[in-house]
T-cell receptor, first 109, second 114 residues
């Protein structure tokens, strides 16, 4: 079967750093995406990893280890507007996205 | 319009009724998708279309049908709605498939079947 696991909820402090983990087991792998979704809004693209290693984009970075079936999203210098759900999605062998249930990130002042 | 638009924004529907959710994009994207999002679950793919004139079944296609007569439009039809189809429905599009192509999402349709 196909399975993607993320923590349900995390809490962090404004200005701090938080790491959101994602583990996956899918039929084939053609890349891993991270999306951000604010409450009541559509998901928006954050990052894409297909090779092992770290991809940095401003305050956000995403890491991938294909051998471990593992990724994380690292958010630095947290701002209140970063409060949202963060969704990990894997593109399988048919190029379809398999989505995790998402991690709700709560930022406290 | 710019981007991807869904209509209606929300709808309350009596069980057994037929309903079509509309989705239109003006980005000339080849691929389009319909997802449902339920509390505590990830986005689940209902149907997809890799290019105009073709459609495919996703993870949860039962009770839904789609058509892709042209590049811009990808309507989702519930032939006879049931309460378990109460959900938030998102339409998305992407330039193609594979290679990390980003998907762009509509604002969603909140459907309640009573």
């Amino acid at each position: 079967g196909q399975n993607i696991d993320q923590p349900t909820e995390m809490t962090a402090t404004e200005g701090a750093i938080v790491q959101i983990n994602c583990t996956y087991q899918t039929s084939g792998f053609n890349g891993l995406f991270w999306y951000q979704q604010h409450a009541g809004e559509a998901p928006t693209f954050l990052s894409y990893n297909v090779l092992d290693g770290l991809e940095e984009k401003g305050r956000f970075s995403s890491f991938l280890s294909r051998s471990k079936g593992y990724s994380y999203l690292l958010l630095k210098e947290l701002q209140m507007k970063d409060s949202a759900s963060y969704r990990c999605a894997v593109e399988d062998s048919n190029y379809q996205l398999i989505w995790g249930a998402g991690t709700k990130l709560i930022i406290k002042p | 319009i710019a981007g991807i638009t869904q209509a209606p924004t929300s709808q309350i529907l009596a069980a057994g009724r037929r309903m079509t959710l509309r989705c239109t994009q003006d980005m000339r994207h080849n691929a389009m998708y319909w997802y449902r999002q339920d509390l505590g679950l990830g986005l689940r793919l209902i149907h997809y279309s890799n290019t105009a004139g073709t459609t495919g079944k996703g993870e949860v296609p039962d009770g839904y049908s789609v058509s892709r007569a042209n590049t811009d439009d990808f309507p989702l039809t519930l032939a006879s709605a049931v309460p378990s189809q109460t959900s938030v429905y998102f339409c998305a599009s992407s330039p193609g498939t594979g290679g990390g192509t980003e998907a762009f999402f509509g604002q969603g349709t909140r459907l309640t079947v009573v």
